[in-house]
């Protein structure tokens, strides 16, 4: 259970009727009617935790949730996704990297390059004194490709 307040909860209740109004697929009306009761009552379980991670992430994604609720609307829209779970999982995978990265620590910069692997997918590659490393950063998180020499 993610429990919502102040204006994480005003962005969560906003953004999910502004969606439901929108919606036309009859279940869709259902799931997101749950997920507006939910957050009326401040706090999302279960299937409406994964709904309203898709509407964060679509009006963070789009610009309107900083549009329409400034910056601290935006924050709170941020941290609200980040306790939800594929918030947390992109925390973790960010972690990850980052404890992988420091092999590189106070070594000398020899090359950094990004590639564009597909649309939104990336492939950033280090080379730091004798040790190369390679990170995938796509919509999912960041994920080490490998490490090595």
Avoid at 42 to 52: F, N, P, R
Avoid at 65 to 86: D, F, H, N, S, W
Avoid at 101 to 125: E, K
């Amino acid at each position: 259970m993610i429990p919502l307040g102040g204006e994480a909860r005003e962005v969560a209740l906003a953004e999910s009727q502004a969606v439901l109004s929108m919606a036309r697929d009859e279940s869709m009306r259902g799931r997101l009617a749950e997920l507006v009761a939910q957050a009326e009552d401040g706090s999302v379980d279960g299937d409406a935790e994964q709904l309203l991670e898709d509407v964060l992430e679509l009006g963070l994604q789009t610009g309107r949730i900083r549009a329409y609720y400034g910056p601290g609307g935006e924050q709170a829209a941020v941290k609200t996704l980040r306790a939800l779970p594929r918030g947390r999982a992109r925390s973790d995978s960010a972690r990850a990297v980052s404890d992988a990265l420091g092999a590189l620590a106070g070594r000398p910069l020899d090359r950094v390059s990004v590639t564009s692997v597909a649309p939104g997918t990336y492939t950033l590659s280090i080379e730091a004194g004798g040790i190369e490393a390679s990170v995938r950063l796509d919509g999912v998180g960041a994920r080490v490709v490998s490490v090595g020499s």
